[in-house]
């Protein structure tokens, strides 16, 4: 059942551009000088609250992609997720400077143990009252795999295999002291009850821990859990432990063929049917023709090379090893993301496209449909695709930043909320409260 209003996120990365290659080198951005200054992102988060967003949504690449012609030379030439920054302290000082917003954070379950993520994940929502989401990723990236010290790059339904794991040890830990078992009584100077609280003790295949609890339990409970994979064990990984499911899909077709599936998926396991944000990158101009102009000036910049870099290394395959002008036509060789691998090859229509064409596409985001046009056109685009797909909403990538917030917020935002589809003010002070209640 389609909720009555959207609901949006902003995606972010904590590097020297967005999701657009080359957008470091745009008289418009000024991410690059954002890396070094707190308040830039501050400010990104202050016009998101004003809009209403749900949260801000961080992706994040924690080394840098060496597939491509088997070096990292032309990723770090280009800018392409180089320099690889953390993302984690941004979520603190943006919750500092607002009061409603969301804060999701991705954090791969490679190279941190559970017991450190759930302790990082779990003060920060402690601290901001409830506001932080995680999205949950078993890292496609040979790179990092390779930085964290695994050693070699793990093999595809093996990584799901070791998160179920690494989910198990958050649970627990989550679960382990329940909120009564803190006393904090000052007369007695009895701060907790040990006998209500449970220690940790798990020995599996992948990893081991033997913990109490590190942070407190909240009130306003655990963050929420996002997750994105869409290949068949990245499904059946989300019907166990998403909240939301982040679907990365080209076009509307994709999107409708993405969500019966996980709808079909969710009856397998007796699930209620998921709650799906699309990404969408908007590109808001004064005209339509100014628009589409500024589609082309962006992707002209961006070179093939820095392209076939990045997306060398979300598939898991040297692409200078292929044609560029004939189509790939099997992921299943495929050890990095599937799923992206896959809606990437295929138009609209469902018919092949070739490799030059998916990096066309790519160059300003992976495998997320533009909408460009004025204002109205498109908050009428938006609404359509979120009608016609039934989805929760959207995770809105930026070109070049923050114009790009900015022109959304102040443009596209009131038309949405005088249509009725976008909410005016926050209803809750949670980010589980504002998304799914």
């Known amino acids: 059942m389609q909720t009555p209003r959207m609901h949006l996120f902003q995606m972010l990365l904590h590097t020297s551009i967005t999701h657009t290659l080359m957008a470091w080198a745009d008289p418009a951005d000024g991410q690059l000088d954002g890396l070094e200054d707190y308040g830039y992102w501050q400010d990104i988060a202050r016009t998101l609250e004003r809009g209403c967003f749900d949260g801000v949504f961080f992706a994040d690449s924690p080394a840098t992609h060496a597939v491509y012609r088997n ?99 958050c649970y627990r830990l989550w679960d382990g002291v329940p909120p009564e078992a803190i006393l904090r009584d000052k007369a007695t100077g009895r701060f907790a009850d040990p006998d209500k609280v449970q220690e940790v003790d798990f020995t599996g295949q992948y990893f081991r821990c033997k913990a109490m609890a590190p942070v407190l339990p909240s009130r306003f409970g655990r963050p929420v859990l996002f997750q994105a994979g869409s290949s068949g064990r990245g499904m059946q990984f989300a019907m166990k432990h998403a909240e939301v499911i982040f679907g990365i899909q080209a076009h509307v077709p994709g999107m409708l063929k993405a969500t019966a599936q996980l709808k079909a998926e969710a009856a397998k396991y007796g699930a209620p049917d998921p709650k799906v944000i699309f990404g969408l990158q908007p590109i808001v101009r004064s005209t339509e023709a100014e628009a589409k102009r500024r589609v082309e000036e962006l992707r002209e910049r961006v070179p093939l090379e820095a392209n076939l870099a990045r997306m060398s290394g979300v598939f898991g395959m040297d692409l200078s090893q292929y044609d560029p002008d004939k189509p790939l036509s099997d992921s299943s060789e495929s050890q990095g993301s599937r799923g992206l691998m896959a809606s990437a090859m295929t138009n609209e229509k469902g ?21 460009a046009g004025t204002p109205e056109q498109v908050a009428t685009e938006i609404e359509r695709i979120w009608r016609e797909t039934g989805c929760l909403g959207f995770n809105l990538s930026p070109t070049t930043n923050p114009d790009s917030v900015n022109d959304f917020v102040d443009h596209v935002i009131p038309i949405l909320q005088k249509r009725g589809v976008f909410r005016r003010e926050y209803e809750h002070e949670t980010l589980r409260d504002n998304l799914l209640n």
């Open 71 to 169: 070096s990292v030379k032309p990723s770090v030439e280009y800018g392409v997720i180089w320099p690889n920054h953390d993302p984690m302290p941004l979520l603190a000082v943006m919750s500092a400077a607002t009061k409603r917003l969301g804060l999701c954070v991705t954090l791969s379950t490679n190279g941190t143990s559970p017991y450190l993520a759930n302790r990082r994940l779990s003060t920060l929502n402690y601290l901001s009252k409830g506001r932080v989401g995680w999205n949950i990723v078993s890292g496609f990236s040979r790179a990092e795999h390779l930085a964290c010290g695994l050693g070699r790059q793990i093999e595809h339904d093996e990584r799901y295999d070791m998160a179920d794991e690494f989910m198990e040890i």
């Open 351 to 371: 018919e092949q496209v070739t490799l030059r064409e998916v990096a066309k596409k790519w160059a300003l985001g992976p495998t997320i449909p533009q909408v």
